[in-house]
């Protein structure tokens, strides 16, 4: 019922900062955790960044913590991700996801919707 398109995915230099969004379709937008994922060639996707429904919790895995800030616009059913100092490790597949979660959740199978991704090149 809930629709979700990533954007801003490109190919950028090592060091480089990059904005992804995820626009959500459905009116209840709010309701929902929020989450980022990512997956490289070869391996599995893996857990990124969640917000909860206010934006007031956040959390991030251990190798984006400092790199990366997750935030959301609910008045125009969007979520971010912001990414600075941007490594060839982060190089993958970014999904964003949707779950009816009551607090801020990290486990891939926990959540109910997912977008497309959008490709993120990092050159070095």
């Known amino acids: 019922q809930v629709q979700l398109v990533e954007s801003g995915g490109r190919l950028v230099q090592a060091g480089g900062s990059l904005r992804l969004s995820c626009a959500a379709s459905?009116?209840?937008?709010?309701?929902?955790?929020m989450g980022w994922f990512r997956q490289a060639p070869g391996k599995e996707r893996e857990f990124v960044a969640a917000?909860?429904?206010?934006?007031?919790?956040?959390e991030y895995a251990a190798s984006v913590k400092g790199r990366f800030t997750i935030s959301r616009d609910n008045n125009k059913n969007t979520v971010y991700l912001q990414m600075n100092s941007l490594k060839s490790e982060d190089t993958a597949v970014y999904y964003c996801?949707?779950?009816?979660?009551?607090?801020?959740?990290?486990?891939?199978?926990?959540?109910?919707?997912w977008g497309q991704g959008t490709q993120v090149t990092v050159s070095s």
């Open positions: 917000i909860s429904w206010s934006g007031g919790i956040t």
């Open positions: 996801a949707a779950s009816r979660g009551s607090t801020v959740i990290v486990v891939l199978e926990l959540y109910s919707y």
């Open positions: 459905g009116r209840t937008f709010s309701n929902y955790i």
